[in-house]
């Protein structure tokens, strides 16, 4: 299981926007609004790092109001 943590900047007045757009991607097992340099923190999980990147490109950048991603990927200890 691939996991990771994608933090999201919107476009100014389409926060409501994009989380209620994220919120129907079954991958993202949570989302959370910030404040700060990004607007939203969204846990994904998938089967692999392929399948992640693919959700990550093809789901949440193609979201209409979604200006800029950075993702994070987990590990195991």
Do not use: Q
């Amino acid at each position: 299981m691939a996991v990771g943590f994608v933090l999201i900047s919107a476009a100014p007045a389409k926060e409501h926007d994009v989380y209620n757009e994220l919120l129907k991607v079954a991958e993202i097992v949570e989302l959370h609004p910030l404040f700060g340099e990004y607007d939203l923190i969204a846990k994904l999980e998938a089967p692999d790092f392929d399948t992640l990147g693919h959700v990550i490109v093809n789901k949440i950048r193609s979201i209409n109001g979604v200006v800029d991603t950075k993702t994070l990927t987990g590990t195991k200890f």
